[in-house]
């Protein structure tokens, strides 16, 4: 008998770069730049973290 440790392989999806964040101008914000900016920066982040976990956890289902 051998024992052989097998890793499965991650899929595409989770090796997948996430967005960068906004590019912000060289000058002060306004308030609603501000929420706006911070807005789209949390979507992109939590669009990528779902999609990641889901690539992840479907690579541990066999």
Do not use: N, Y
């Not at 976990?53 to 541990?60: K, N």
């Amino acid at each position: 008998m051998r024992t052989v440790i097998v890793s499965p392989e991650l899929p595409a999806e989770a090796k997948l770069k996430c967005a960068d964040p906004v590019s912000l101008p060289d000058r002060d914000l306004t308030g609603g730049e501000t929420v706006s900016f911070w807005g789209r920066d949390r979507a992109a982040l939590r669009i990528c973290e779902a999609r990641r976990a889901a690539a992840v956890g479907a690579s541990h289902v066999q």
